[in-house]
């Protein structure tokens, strides 16, 4: 069998990253940054004797430099050959794209040492005949991860799928609640180590920290009643067509009980076969 391979390239910030996360959930073997030299050696892997990768998703942009041009005659080349291949376009405004490279702080790849706006006008530019081949543009201008989310899985999964992920951040309810919170809970019932001072310096993810926490009885009554909800509630979720779903975990600072906790919740839910992220939003700030 032929596999399908689908191409996402696009604009620097646009979301190409989050697009490949989303492909790899349905299925899709990923690879980022690859060259269209290598497609025709990876498609020779695929179809070989014993291959059993029926999608490849394959991330192409400007990082490739004097490779990147060769991308529209490669795609083409193997179409000819009968290969079933779609190419995914994502941009955004000039402005998201700045706010967004401001707010990361990264440097735009074609900007050097100049503004990033003059960075995104070139990269808009080459990009423009690859932006007229494609057979998806998706703006993501206003689109949050969530709705860039569900335009992908209804654009390249296949009918049956049901993918979710579930995200598990621990937080501090000093710091606020994360706004795209489904299930918020709160754990400030438990002692905090905050107080211990040989375990304040460390945070959840540390060994002395997670076995205090779990230590208490409170703790693992908490685990033993939330859990088996979890088990209930995750699959019905996904059964009704939810793409995402965040569970927050929150205690005083974000440090500590709630990153312990976080993780044993994210642990039983991939033991049960769900797809989970696990951001520990809080863990670093005081």
Known sequence: MQPTIAIIT?????GRTTAAKVLEDLGYFVIDNMPPQLLDSVVELATGPGADVSRIALVMDVRGRAFFGDLR???????ERGLSVRMLYLEASTQALVQRYEAARRVHPMAGSDRVVEGIARERELLAELRA??????????????????????AFGNPGDTVM?????????????????DLVLD???LPNPHWVPELKPFTGLDAPVRDYVLGQDEAQGFLDRLLPLLDLMVPAFRREGKRYLTIAIGCTGGKHRS??????VARHLREGGQTVQVDHRDRLRE
Do not use: W
Request: hydrophobic residues 40%; aromatic residues 4%.
């Open 165 to 181: 992920v579930t995200n598990v951040v621990s937080f501090g309810f000093k710091h606020g609640t994360p706004r795209d919170a």
């Open 10 to 14: 696009g604009m620097s910030g646009a």
């Open 133 to 154: 081949d494609a057979d998806l543009v998706v703006d993501t201008t206003r689109l949050n991860v969530h709705e860039l989310r569900d335009k992908l899985v209804d």
């Open 73 to 79: 005659q490669t795609i083409r080349s193997l179409e």
């Open 187 to 189: 754990v400030r019932f």
């Open 259 to 264: 990153v312990a906790l976080s993780e044993e």
